[in-house]
């Protein structure tokens, strides 16, 4: 079953597949742990029941999501060793202790004490309940910090030496940790990943707000959620701005294909394409709609700084415009729509109508899954963009790859995928579902629980509500 490709390519899409399968979990879990701390932290502070309303519906939705999260992502560690057995054998020394760090400091942790966030309130007390909540929370983090190592170092390799069979090995691991376009991609990530989930929990308000105007649960959610939005997503383009410009100066032939520039400009005043249809073949975007100047102010910030374009690169080591020309411009045509989005809310939280605007209420729904969007047209843009190397200029991807028949790597992408849209399908129907349902009005004292560790006697005639004030 190989539909006529070779195994590269059908590995390449493998790949491809689960990962895209796999990215949106993290994206979400990432930004829902935070939340799920400051709604804790809220409700311990102020006392309002509304914010441990919303905990307690939140958290059921986190451990969903993180669940799938977890199964999606032990299928990418078992790619590495059955369709890119190369890749790791030379790779293997650098980027395996990396990984291995992840799983240490990052799953253990957010392993250990996701039972007692999730259950554990009852028993611990609200203050060690809320270092549970803190810990998971943080472990997200280092997640993200660890897996976005070992993809930036894939993008800008430092810190190595090679040996005589062609193996990476470490010689400085603060080097390869922090790598040059790491600060970049791990802010753009985790940020993106906090958008994500502000306006999945936007929408949720949104959706809760049409249906019942006056319910203080829908309400927090919104508000929370369109800070959020007119908050960071002026922090995220900024961050992008700088992650444009680190790209710039260490895979410019990336940027070039983005930006759809087959031809270098020596003298800088560089136009910006807004559309077009770039085509590889014949090194040309048909169509274009271009901004004069504007690309220079965008890329380099100077009008005069030259750019090189594609065909500064043998064509052997350029990428293929023609996907990631749309995919950044859909990830930023995202973005600008997410500061609209945010702009918006101040506007009519300035004018004392936040929870009357029906108009914005339809569009923060509609633009619950562009985080999810944004995320995917960025990992695109970001991977597609390396080609046709898996180590930025040193390991080609057709170098990589197991020595496989086509029809295996292709009868198992069948099984992925069918695999995937049941299992996960099924998932995010499920999460759907948890999420149409309106928060509990009312929280029973039970759910408070007692300030004191577990292990030690209440007073009988002490309510947990008293108590925990």
């Known amino acids: 079953?190989?539909?006529?490709?070779?195994?590269?390519?059908?590995?390449?899409?493998?790949?491809?597949?689960?990962?895209?399968?796999?990215?949106?979990?993290?994206?979400?879990?990432?930004?829902?742990?935070?939340?799920?701390?400051?709604?804790?932290?809220?409700?311990?502070?102020?006392?309002?029941?509304?914010?441990?309303?919303?905990?307690?519906?939140?958290?059921?939705?986190?451990?969903?999501?993180?669940?799938?999260?977890?199964?999606?992502?032990?299928?990418?560690?078992?790619?590495?060793?059955?369709?890119?057995?190369?890749?790791?054998?030379?790779?293997?020394?650098?980027?395996?202790?990396?990984?291995?760090?992840?799983?240490?400091?990052?799953?253990?942790?957010?392993?250990?004490?996701?039972?007692?966030?999730?259950?554990?309130?009852?028993?611990?007390?609200?203050?060690?309940?809320?270092?549970?909540?803190?810990?998971?929370?943080?472990?997200?983090?280092?997640?993200?910090?660890?897996?976005?190592?070992?993809?930036?170092?894939?993008?800008?390799?430092?810190?190595?030496?090679?040996?005589?069979?062609?193996?990476?090995?470490?010689?400085?691991?603060?080097?390869?940790?922090?790598?040059?376009?790491f600060p970049y991609r791990l802010v753009h990530m985790v940020l993106a990943a906090y958008l994500t989930t502000a306006f999945v929990v936007g929408a949720v308000g949104a959706w809760h707000l049409m249906r019942s105007p006056e319910s203080a649960s829908a309400r927090v959610m919104f508000s929370m959620a369109m800070w959020m939005a007119l908050i960071v997503t002026p922090i995220q383009i900024v961050a992008g701005d700088a992650h444009g410009l680190n790209t710039l100066e260490h895979q410019p032939a990336k940027i070039a294909a983005m930006e759809g520039h087959f031809e270098g400009y020596p003298e800088g005043r560089v136009p910006l394409i807004l559309f077009g249809i770039p085509d590889d073949k014949a090194e040309t975007v048909h169509y274009a709609v271009e901004i004069p100047l504007l690309g220079s102010l965008i890329l380099t910030h100077d009008l005069d700084t030259p750019m090189q374009g594609l065909d500064a690169f043998p064509p052997e080591d350029r990428p293929k415009s023609a996907l990631i020309f749309w995919t950044f411009r859909i990830m930023v045509a995202a973005g600008f729509a997410m500061l609209g989005i945010g702009l918006w809310s101040a506007f009519a939280r300035w004018k004392g109508r936040l929870y009357q605007a029906k108009w914005l209420h339809r569009a923060a729904f509609v633009m619950g899954p562009s985080g999810f969007l944004a995320v995917l047209c960025g990992w695109i843009t970001t991977e597609v963009g390396r080609q046709p190397f898996t180590v930025y200029g040193l390991l080609r991807t057709s170098d990589s790859a197991s020595t496989l028949s086509a029809a295996s790597v292709g009868t198992s992408l069948v099984a992925f995928i069918l695999v995937y849209f049941f299992v996960f399908g099924s998932g995010t129907f499920y999460v759907l579902r948890l999420m149409s349902k309106r928060p509990k009005d009312q929280i029973s004292l039970d759910e408070i629980g007692p300030t004191r560790s577990a292990g030690i006697t209440q007073l009988a005639g002490l309510s947990h509500k008293g108590d925990a004030k």
């Open 1 to 181: 079953m190989d539909f006529g490709f070779s195994a590269l390519d059908l590995a390449r899409a493998q790949f491809a597949f689960t990962i895209s399968a796999h990215i949106i979990f993290p994206a979400f879990s990432i930004g829902l742990a935070s939340f799920l701390m400051v709604l804790n932290g809220l409700w311990l502070w102020r006392g309002d029941p509304v914010y441990l309303r919303l905990f307690n519906y939140w958290k059921t939705i986190f451990a969903v999501v993180f669940g799938m999260g977890v199964v999606s992502g032990i299928v990418m560690s078992y790619q590495f060793g059955t369709n890119w057995a190369v890749f790791s054998d030379k790779a293997g020394p650098v980027i395996g202790p990396l990984m291995g760090y992840e799983v240490l400091s990052a799953f253990f942790l957010e392993a250990g004490f996701l039972g007692i966030m999730l259950f554990g309130r009852e028993r611990v007390g609200p203050r060690l309940h809320m270092a549970a909540t803190t810990i998971v929370a943080a472990g997200t983090l280092f997640s993200a910090f660890w897996i976005l190592s070992v993809n930036s170092w894939m993008q800008t390799p430092a810190g190595y030496t090679i040996n005589e069979v062609g193996q990476f090995i470490p010689e400085d691991w603060l080097a390869i940790i922090f790598n040059p376009s």
